[in-house]
């Protein structure tokens, strides 16, 4: 079956959507617009054609094929519970042998004591990994290598001086008007190149009342702080009346404007975002949410559907991405990636430079690749897609913004700047005109 939508008087032939429960109907009008449609525009012809918004029992093949092999009694409904996903993490070397095949520098990871960072992988994001290729992008971030505990030149446990800012336990005080403030140490899937793999995953950081106190009482006698992210950890994992007291006590302070969750669980957990959830979080406006998406591969239909979610809650929504090698350091993987993040309503925010942990070279490019990949969108796709490429600058610098040599030199009183096809334009530059 087909349908047909005329624009610009040519004709255009689509599928319909009959298998999608009727996701792809347009929403019922309001009074106000049809009076106006009905005065001044024509009737449609066809249907509008749009991304569905996937449902809860829908699941990509790579999700529904693990789920056979690995949990075949497991019904729907428990699988896309949360709880459940959380508790039946893959954190051993005999689960991971279950289900994938090691390579040599995988399973050596387990056997020596130098690796800092603990497993831990949700069924969910496990259904996404390779079972034969070591180097698949999504496998080479969440499964350990022997190359993590190989320490080179400039690396460190803590390389942005966050204890050092730390006026108080679990938060750090690095900018003038903004904090972070870690929840807990707890991840429902470690990543392998996090930045504060010193403490995420060893029970260190607990969401209690008493620390938590003491950190609002930090930011409520510092009226420069005006935001807060919260980060951990995931925040996410914490359950919503700890978490809406969290965000209830920095409400009440009144010079915090704007509160931010950093998580990772749209990616790894979509389960995760309930209704429930996303009804308490509408409660705590404005809030803005800084996603973690390094990988096209990430952009599944539980990945839409949680955030098509979160985004209908009003909530605008970012990806703060690593730059990783092998991963994603290539133009073509990241067009597809910021391209499918904007048809996800998340705004391509950070590109950042892979921190200088301990046990990162592995995953470590060098500068100009990420300068190259900013040339490659820069002028081939639109604004929204073209993240800010950053260096968080090692022992507490902050942020440092970096980009290609777009500015050639000066010529005369023009300013010589060079664009994306490598072609030169002078832009004259202001004359000042005011009375003498």
Same mark, same amino acid.
């Given at each position: 079956?087909?349908?047909?939508?005329?624009?610009?008087?040519?004709?255009?032939?689509?599928?319909?959507?009959?298998?999608?429960?009727?996701?792809?109907?347009?929403?019922?009008?309001?009074?106000?617009?049809?009076?106006?449609?009905?005065?001044?525009?024509?009737?449609?012809?066809?249907?509008?054609?749009?991304?569905?918004?996937?449902?809860?029992?829908?699941?990509?093949?790579?999700?529904?094929?693990?789920?056979? #092999?690995?949990?075949?009694?497991?019904?729907?409904?428990?699988?896309?519970?949360?709880?459940?996903?959380?508790?039946? #993490?893959? #954190?051993?070397?005999?689960?991971? +042998?279950?289900?994938?095949?090691?390579?040599?520098? +995988?399973?050596?990871?387990?056997?020596?004591?130098?690796?800092?960072?603990?497993?831990?992988?949700?069924?969910?994001?496990?259904?996404?990994?390779?079972?034969?290729?070591?180097?698949?992008?999504?496998?080479?971030?969440?499964?350990?290598?022997?190359?993590?505990?190989?320490?080179?030149?400039?690396?460190?446990?803590?390389?942005?001086?966050?204890?050092?800012?730390?006026?108080?336990?679990?938060?750090?005080?690095?900018?003038?008007?903004?904090?972070?403030?870690?929840?807990?140490?707890?991840?429902?899937?470690?990543?392998?190149?996090?930045?504060?793999?010193?403490?995420?995953?060893?029970? %260190?950081?607990?969401?209690?009342?008493?620390?938590?106190?003491?950190?609002?009482?930090?930011?409520?006698?510092?009226?420069?702080?005006?935001?807060?992210?919260?980060?951990?950890?995931?925040?996410?994992?914490?359950?919503?009346?700890?978490?809406?007291?969290?965000?209830? *006590?920095? #409400?009440?302070?009144?010079?915090?404007?704007?509160?931010?969750?950093?998580?990772?669980?749209?990616?790894?957990?979509?389960?995760?975002?309930?209704?429930?959830?996303?009804?308490?979080?509408?409660?705590?406006?404005?809030?803005?949410?800084?996603?973690?998406?390094?990988?096209?591969?990430?952009?599944?239909?539980?990945?839409?559907?949680?955030?098509?979610?979160?985004?209908?809650?009003?909530?605008?929504? %970012?990806?703060?991405?690593?730059?990783?090698?092998?991963?994603?350091?290539?133009?073509?993987?990241?067009?597809?990636?910021?391209?499918?993040?904007?048809?996800?309503?998340?705004?391509?925010?950070?590109?950042?430079?892979?921190?200088?942990?301990?046990?990162?070279?592995?995953?470590?490019?060098?500068?100009?690749? %990420?300068? +190259?990949?900013?040339?490659?969108?820069?002028?081939?796709?639109?604004?929204?897609?073209?993240?800010?490429?950053?260096?968080?600058?090692?022992?507490?610098?902050?942020?440092?913004?970096?980009?290609?040599?777009?500015?050639?030199?000066?010529?005369?009183?023009?300013?010589?700047?060079?664009?994306?096809?490598? *072609?030169?334009?002078?832009?004259?530059?202001?004359?000042?005109?005011?009375?003498?």
């Amino acid at each position: 079956m087909q349908a047909t939508i005329k624009r610009n008087e040519q004709l255009i032939v689509s599928p319909t959507q009959a298998g999608q429960e009727g996701d792809d109907e347009p929403p019922e009008p309001s009074p106000c617009l049809e009076a106006a449609s009905s005065i001044s525009t024509p009737k449609p012809t066809g249907r509008l054609v749009r991304f569905p918004t996937q449902r809860a029992g829908i699941l990509n093949p790579a999700v529904r094929s693990f789920r056979k #092999r690995h949990f075949p009694s497991i019904p729907t409904k428990l699988w896309n519970d949360w709880q459940w996903q959380t508790s039946h #993490r893959i #954190r051993s070397l005999s689960q991971l +042998e279950s289900m994938i095949s090691l390579s040599d520098d +995988e399973r050596a990871a387990f056997t020596v004591t130098e690796t800092v960072l603990p497993l831990g992988i949700t069924p969910y994001y496990m259904s996404l990994v390779s079972r034969d290729d070591p180097n698949q992008p999504i496998r080479r971030t969440v499964i350990p290598t022997v190359h993590e505990t190989v320490r080179t030149a400039g690396e460190a446990d803590d390389p942005l001086g966050e204890d050092g800012m730390s006026p108080v336990p679990g938060l750090v005080h690095r900018y003038p008007d903004r904090v972070l403030l870690l929840l807990s140490d707890f991840c429902s899937t470690y990543c392998r190149y996090c930045t504060r793999s010193r403490v995420v995953g060893h029970g %260190g950081i607990h969401p209690s009342r008493n620390r938590l106190e003491r950190a609002f009482a930090y930011i409520e006698r510092t009226p420069s702080i005006r935001d807060v992210l919260i980060s951990g950890g995931d925040p996410l994992m914490l359950g919503e009346e700890k978490l809406s007291w969290v965000l209830s *006590r920095l #409400r009440q302070i009144s010079h915090v404007e704007i509160v931010r969750i950093g998580t990772k669980v749209p990616a790894v957990l979509p389960q995760r975002i309930t209704p429930r959830l996303v009804r308490m979080l509408r409660q705590y406006h404005p809030l803005w949410m800084s996603l973690h998406f390094t990988h096209p591969d990430e952009c599944t239909p539980e990945a839409l559907r949680a955030c098509t979610m979160l985004a209908d809650s009003g909530i605008p929504l %970012g990806s703060q991405t690593v730059l990783l090698k092998g991963v994603n350091d290539s133009v073509e993987t990241m067009r597809s990636l910021v391209h499918n993040l904007l048809k996800m309503r998340v705004r391509p925010y950070y590109l950042y430079q892979c921190d200088p942990i301990t046990g990162s070279a592995h995953f470590r490019t060098p500068i100009e690749k %990420g300068l +190259e990949i900013i040339r490659g969108l820069r002028g081939f796709t639109t604004g929204y897609a073209i993240p800010t490429y950053v260096v968080d600058a090692p022992g507490g610098g902050g942020k440092i913004p970096l980009m290609p040599d777009y500015v050639v030199g000066r010529e005369d009183d023009a300013l010589v700047l060079r664009n994306y096809e490598n *072609r030169l334009y002078r832009y004259p530059e202001a004359y000042d005109i005011s009375p003498i």
